[in-house]
């Protein structure tokens, strides 16, 4: 657990500062992080390190670095909509949002198409839940937003309105279905209940995952890929992959919480 939240913590640091500096281009055209990876086993900033295994904060990068990014600025009752496009050609797509509690229950909603011009950041929309963060209980809702192109879901980003340390989540009962295809493994999520930084481990083998540490709404499904390792087959690694989130970690009010963010 320990492990897990320090690369999450770094993770975020990292996603909050990236995002910040793309949203703002006209004071600050380019991001680097320390460090990319190890030249030998030791516990590091890196986000790959020594054999090659990703940390958290790699696969955050991955999307945080995306050439079309969506990104969410938060200050109180209000969060604010970004879409950053790096591509030299102007971009159109949709973003659909909504705030919910951890059941999937919808209080409000709305999609909005959007048109970003090439290499620009572009401030969407500014929403203030300050009725709804009154009426409801602050500690159990979540404002879910998803980059859309066509039928192409591109990305996805949550916001919640406390520190995750205040916070007791459900425990989203995650369904895993493993199959493969090929070489390719293809792992199907689907979260009953709001889960917060779903975390993938092969403990057999050193696995890249197309996506880890990522959240999961309410009802929802992801699919993530990676190449199966030698000698494993679909039923092998179905019982043996660990799938966690935040809500497995030690709880809220407990001496382990104060490492939180």
Not at 1 to 12: H, Y
Not at 35 to 42: K, R, S, Y
Not at 47 to 65: E, M, P, Q, T, V
Not at 150 to 156: E, P
């Given at each position: 657990?320990?492990?897990?939240?320090?690369?999450?913590?770094?993770?975020?640091?990292?996603?909050?500062?990236?995002?910040?500096?793309?949203?703002?281009?006209?004071?600050?055209?380019?991001?680097?992080?320390?460090?990319?990876?190890?030249?030998?086993?030791?516990?590091?900033?890196?986000?790959?390190?020594?054999?090659?295994?990703?940390?958290a904060l790699h696969y955050f990068a991955k999307r945080f670095n995306a050439p079309?990014?969506?990104?969410?600025?938060?200050?109180?009752?209000?969060?604010?909509?970004?879409?950053?496009?790096?591509?030299?050609?102007?971009?159109?797509?949709?973003?659909?949002?909504?705030?919910?509690?951890?059941?999937?229950?919808?209080?409000?909603?709305?999609?909005?198409?959007?048109?970003?011009?090439?290499?620009?950041?572009?401030?969407?929309?500014?929403?203030?839940?300050?009725?709804?963060?009154?009426?409801?209980?602050?500690?159990?809702?979540?404002?879910?937003?998803?980059?859309?192109?066509?039928?192409?879901?591109?990305?996805?980003?949550?916001?919640?309105?406390?520190?995750?340390?205040?916070?007791?989540?459900?425990?989203?009962?995650?369904?895993?279905?493993?199959?493969?295809?090929?070489?390719?493994?293809?792992?199907?999520?689907?979260?009953?209940?709001?889960?917060?930084?779903?975390?993938?481990?092969?403990?057999?083998?050193?696995?890249?995952?197309?996506?880890?540490?990522?959240?999961?709404?309410?009802?929802?499904?992801?699919?993530?890929?990676?190449?199966?390792?030698?000698?494993?087959?679909?039923?092998?690694?179905?019982?043996?992959?660990?799938?966690?989130?935040?809500?497995?970690?030690?709880?809220?009010?407990?001496?382990?919480?104060?490492?939180?963010?």
């Amino acid at each position: 657990d320990m492990v897990s939240m320090t690369q999450i913590v770094q993770a975020e640091a990292m996603r909050y500062g990236t995002e910040h500096w793309r949203r703002n281009r006209d004071r600050c055209s380019g991001a680097l992080y320390w460090q990319l990876n190890d030249c030998w086993p030791v516990a590091s900033w890196a986000s790959i390190d020594h054999y090659g295994r990703w940390k958290a904060l790699h696969y955050f990068a991955k999307r945080f670095n995306a050439p079309v990014a969506l990104s969410l600025a938060e200050q109180d009752s209000f969060v604010n909509i970004f879409v950053t496009n790096d591509l030299k050609e102007d971009w159109k797509g949709e973003v659909r949002w909504s705030l919910q509690d951890f059941k999937g229950g919808v209080f409000i909603a709305d999609e909005e198409s959007v048109l970003v011009g090439a290499t620009e950041a572009y401030h969407m929309k500014t929403l203030n839940f300050e009725d709804e963060l009154k009426s409801f209980d602050r500690n159990k809702l979540v404002f879910i937003a998803e980059l859309w192109q066509g039928k192409n879901f591109i990305s996805r980003q949550t916001v919640l309105f406390e520190k995750e340390k205040e916070i007791v989540l459900p425990q989203p009962n995650l369904q895993t279905v493993v199959t493969t295809n090929g070489d390719e493994l293809n792992i199907n999520i689907t979260a009953m209940k709001y889960a917060r930084y779903v975390m993938l481990t092969l403990p057999q083998a050193d696995v890249v995952f197309s996506d880890n540490y990522f959240d999961i709404p309410a009802g929802k499904s992801v699919n993530i890929t990676a190449k199966c390792p030698q000698g494993l087959t679909a039923e092998a690694v179905q019982s043996s992959l660990l799938v966690r989130s935040l809500a497995d970690m030690e709880p809220a009010g407990t001496p382990f919480s104060d490492y939180m963010t």
